[in-house]
């Protein structure tokens, strides 16, 4: 049955993801009221690799000094402190990640179902955000000077005056609205699995990245929970994918089996439940992601980081740039172009330096030479561990990122 809902609200935003949760929960604290509409009901399953980045953690004690540790203490987060990079020839390099916190871990791994109703139940706690799930909006369009939102057979409308759109890169539906939004090239796709028993994770469960040749830029990854299971899976761009012949999920087995330090780890595995694949729209470069009355959010302003695949933490300060644009918005009763401008703009302040590294170490990452050589060098030298660390790793040196990449360069002679 259509759950009953009030026909207009000032403040929409379609998706309860990390984007979306994060900017009604932002909302919510601001105590400017919003509506929150999600195709699902929750808990609900996002294919993901679950792993939650040093960025994650620092956005959720933005929001909430307690979260991280709220998070934590239900045990369903397994603490992780650090990254393995495997090179291509196998050989390894262990980054640790850097806590911003003493008492809380720098990274977590968390199924998705978990983390995202972990957050949701935070914002509907929250007495101006309501929360409708299983609505599926199918058509955005222009009303006066409204934005209407309908779902399939247009039984079901509403009008908002700014509407946050965080539901992905879902194409059907933002496409129906801006015409110009970005088609799927140059996109990623990953698979993912849950096994038990992989033999081999670390004690300090270091989630790990295996960059192999049938996948470069991207790769293969182990992110271990602490009962013995892991999330395991694959990414590579869409355009490769193509050329396989064969599935993602026999591609999974086909690596873990070629590759025989692989092997060896998977010998007393067993897979639990089906693989499931989705898309990963990641940063390819800037493009307009607000205008008159919206506001595009995560995915769905495609803010996965090219190099990590990471995207949950981008998402979550893109929700909480999108609160405070509109709650200044809200105030002054402005939801022009110029107004949501402002989000456009602080949302590549805050990311786009990152996400231009992430695009340049993408690109070379696609050299499996240079892989060799970058993680060889790093397994035996502190000091290019410490550089990669910052690079990926730390949150503060925005600025500094291109000069370690040419530190980095200069170091390794490149
Ligand atoms: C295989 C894979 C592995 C990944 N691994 C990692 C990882 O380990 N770490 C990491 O940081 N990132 C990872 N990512 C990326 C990460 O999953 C995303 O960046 C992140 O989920 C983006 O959050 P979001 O809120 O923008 O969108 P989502 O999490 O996708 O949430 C969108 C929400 O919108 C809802 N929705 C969609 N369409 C509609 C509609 N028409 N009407 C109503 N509701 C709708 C959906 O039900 C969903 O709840 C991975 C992605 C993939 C595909």
């Known amino acids: 049955m259509m759950p009953t809902l009030q026909n207009h609200s000032e403040i929409t935003i379609i998706g309860a993801g990390p984007a979306g949760i994060t900017a009604a929960l932002a909302l919510g604290k601001k105590g400017i009221p919003c509506m929150l509409i ?4 929750f808990p609900r399953e ?7 980045s040093g960025k994650v953690v620092s956005t959720l004690n933005k929001i909430d000094p307690e979260y991280a540790r709220q998070l934590y203490q239900t045990g369903m987060a397994t603490d992780s402190w650090s990254v393995r990079f495997y090179a291509p020839s196998s050989k390894m ?18 199924k998705r179902a978990g983390f995202d109703n972990f957050l949701l139940e935070k914002a509907i706690n929250l007495p101006l955000v309501t ?20 779902d399939i057979n247009g039984t079901w ?13 879902n194409r059907n539906l933002i496409g129906t609205f801006d015409p110009a939004y970005p088609g799927i090239e140059n996109e990623g796709i990953g698979i993912r699995a849950y096994f038990k028993n992989v033999s081999g994770c670390s004690a300090r469960n270091a989630i790990e990245i295996h960059f192999l040749r049938e996948l470069l830029p991207w790769y293969l990854w182990i992110f271990p929970f602490n009962n013995h299971s892991a999330n395991v899976g694959l990414a590579l ?39 499931a694949a989705q898309r990963l729209p ?23 980081d090219p190099f990590t695949g990471e995207g949950i933490g981008n998402a979550m300060v893109s929700g909480m740039v999108a609160a405070d644009v509109a709650a200044l918005c809200y105030q002054k009763k402005d939801y022009s172009t110029n107004a949501s401008q402002h989000y456009h703009e602080k949302v590549y302040q805050k990311l786009k330096h990152d996400l231009d590294i992430g695009l340049r170490l993408h690109q070379l990452a696609i050299n499996p030479r240079l892989l060799n050589m970058v993680i060889g060098r790093a397994s035996k030298s502190l000091k290019i561990r410490n550089l990669l660390t910052e690079m990926l790793y730390d949150t503060n040196t925005k600025g500094k990122l291109r000069n370690r990449l040419f530190h980095l360069k200069v170091f390794l002679r490149l």
């Open 38 to 41: 999600d195709q699902d009901y």
């Open 46 to 52: 996002k294919i993901c690799g679950d792993g939650l």
């Open 93 to 110: 390099a262990e980054i640790d990640f850097r806590p911003s916190n003493q008492s809380i871990p720098p990274g977590f791994v968390c």
């Open 131 to 150: 929360f409708h799930p299983g609505i599926e909006v199918k058509k955005i369009s222009r009303s006066m000077e409204n934005l209407l939102l309908e």
């Open 157 to 169: 409308k509403m009008t908002t005056n700014l509407l946050l759109i965080a539901c992905g890169a």
């Open 237 to 275: 761009p869409v355009r490769l994918a193509r050329k396989q012949d064969m599935s993602l999920k026999r591609l999974l087995f086909h690596l873990i089996e070629k590759y025989p330090y692989l092997k060896a780890r998977f010998s007393g595995a067993e897979m639990l439940g089906k693989p």
């Open 282 to 304: 990641f940063y390819t470069g800037a493009f307009p992601i607000a205008g008159d009355r919206y506001m595009l959010l995560g995915d769905a302003a495609r803010l996965i």
